[in-house]
């Protein structure tokens, strides 16, 4: 039995309002640079950790946390209503992958927006500032600080608590609250600030430049070329061309993404797209996200400058999770109107999207899903029969935007093998990964592994009922954890794009004959695997 899944499920004695974290490693990041912090203009740069006594905060710290609530009560009519509006009826509280898998109760959601709750209602309600704890106020202190920063990075803003709430309070976005604030007095963590940084010199979370990011597309072209038989050439910042092509920058650094970006690469080939990607756009993934609304904006309005540099019509966007949710939600009026670009149009199909006539920008699921159902693309859907296939859904996409269907369908006509998880951990209700909104590094993993350990568990009862092998995403951030979570709690499951498994699939016009899969391994190898 997997040594975590040893848990204490007994509440911890003494009155919760006393905030007492234990920085173990294994379950908290590491805080961000001071160089990660100038380079963004942030306050209070300088070197520290979680786990040291003093956090070398400013000295006003208290007032510039308070004042940050303010400004924020004033200006986001949700926050004020989150705060006020909870009935604590526990709806939530069993329903965070973090709290299925650590049985820490500030891991429940409704607790873990009691932990600025009480704040807000010490310093904010007038019975509060008259009665104090008797009105569940809580006073602000430097451990309260610890506390939060503790407990707002043990929430990976999924939403999936808020499918549950009758009032619809978004947990999520009290997070994002609590680490705007944060924020304020210095405190953040590095796996969240560097890519920030790097993106805000060179576009993508990496730091490459041009000539770097040049390099690693005109080797996946060569790649996509060999396995094809097909010149395949990629244009980079190619004024005038019809579509700007934004993908994750995993996708061109990392494995499994690197088989994804193979997929795409050869399905614009097949159908003669024009498209370019550009070398500043070069990552669609926005760290501000999980960092504040400002940041946010700042490292999106890269995408929308390069599609009116490059003078395309319009926008389509690659495999990624949080970059959905930050064009979906925020983009068109965040950094738009984007009245510079038409409404998309396939210049395949003839199809208008119409849901993204706002933000001109188009996911690339619907995109292909659309080629499908019109009939544009052959596919041999037998190269893929190694492969038993479940789909997570990401929660940014799913949750974030809606897109449920597109990728079935697409999976449906790619493999012969498909099965769905159990109905109350997909969709709508789909349990995180466990490591999205930067909490992706290696220092955490511990509770990393404890917080996807309910989607793990999804997929070990599919592995076990049908044999799956492989789980498909369509999430950079997911492909770069999964492989990880299912090696610790399953065994046996590997992790793809679904774009990978649609270049296995496509039968392409004058390629040649094909015996390898994406990642060069034999297609009837599989066959044998499934069908023994
Ligand atoms: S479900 Fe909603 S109202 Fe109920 S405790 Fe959770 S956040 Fe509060
Ligand atoms: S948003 Fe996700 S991680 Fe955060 S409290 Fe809700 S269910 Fe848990």
Redesign the pocket.
């Known amino acids: 039995m997997p040594e975590l899944l040893q848990i204490e499920p007994s509440p911890p004695k003494g009155d919760w309002r006393n905030p007492k974290v234990e920085f173990r490693k294994g379950v908290f990041c590491y805080s961000a640079g001071a160089k990660s912090l100038k380079y963004l203009g942030l306050p209070n740069p300088r070197e520290w950790q979680p786990f040291d006594a003093d956090w070398k905060l400013p000295p006003d710290w208290k007032r510039i946390i308070l004042d940050g609530m303010k400004d924020r009560l004033n200006k986001y009519r949700s926050f004020r209503l989150f705060m006020d509006i909870c009935v604590r009826c526990a709806a939530c509280a069993d329903?965070?992958?973090?709290y299925v898998g650590s049985s820490d109760p500030k891991n429940m959601?409704v607790m873990?927006a009691e932990l600025i709750r009480s704040v807000y209602r010490r310093y904010f309600t007038l019975t509060g500032r008259i009665f104090r704890g008797l009105a569940g106020g809580r006073e602000l202190t430097e451990d309260v600080i610890k506390e939060w920063f503790y407990y707002f990075y043990q929430?990976?803003?999924?939403?999936?608590?808020s499918v549950f709430c009758p009032y619809g309070i978004d947990?999520?976005e009290i997070?994002m609250i609590g680490r705007e604030l944060l924020n304020l007095i210095g405190c953040n963590i590095n796996w969240v600030l560097e890519p920030a940084a790097n993106c805000f010199r060179t576009g993508n979370h990496l730091g490459i430049q041009p000539h770097g990011f040049k390099d690693s597309i005109d080797f996946a072209a060569d790649e996509a070329s060999e396995i094809t038989g097909l010149p395949i050439e990629v244009p980079i910042n190619k004024k005038g061309a019809e579509i700007l092509f934004v993908m994750p920058s995993a996708d061109y650094f990392g494995t499994p993404h690197y088989y994804t970006l193979l997929g795409y690469l050869m399905l614009f080939k097949e159908i003669g797209l024009d498209y370019t990607l550009s070398a500043y756009a070069s990552e669609g993934g926005n760290f501000g996200l999980f960092t504040s609304h400002e940041m946010m904006k700042r490292l999106n309005a890269k995408i929308y400058d390069e599609a009116k540099r490059l003078g395309v019509k319009w926008i389509l966007g690659g495999e990624c999770g949080h970059m959905w949710r930050v064009l979906h939600q925020y983009m068109s009026t965040m950094n738009g109107p984007a009245d510079f670009l038409e409404p998309p149009v396939s210049p395949i199909t003839g199809t208008r999207f119409e849901n993204a006539r706002s933000t001109k920008m188009v996911h690339i699921a619907e995109f292909t899903a659309d080629l499908i159902h019109h009939g544009k693309l052959k596919l041999d859907p037998s190269r893929n029969d190694k492969f038993k296939v479940t789909y997570h859904d990401s929660c940014n996409t799913a949750r974030g935007m809606g897109i449920l269907e597109e990728p079935r369908y697409i999976l449906n006509k790619v493999c012969n093998y498909f099965y769905e998880m159990p109905e109350n951990t997909i969709r709508e209700q789909t349990f995180?990964c466990g490591s999205g909104s930067g909490l992706g590094t290696d220092e955490n993993l511990e509770m990393r592994l404890r917080g996807g350990f309910p989607r793990a568990n999804a997929v070990k009862y599919v592995k076990e009922k049908h044999g799956v092998n492989l789980l498909t995403c369509m999430c950079a951030i997911d492909k770069a954890t999964l492989p990880g979570l299912m090696d610790y709690w399953v065994g046996g499951v590997d992790v793809a794009g679904v774009h990978e498994l649609l270049g296995n699939a496509l039968v392409m016009t004058g390629a040649k004959e094909r015996d390898t899969d994406l990642r060069g391994e034999p297609l009837a190898a599989a066959e044998e695997a499934v069908h023994a």
């Open positions: 329903k965070c992958h973090f959601p873990r929430c990976t803003e999924c939403r999936r608590c947990t999520a997070t995180c």
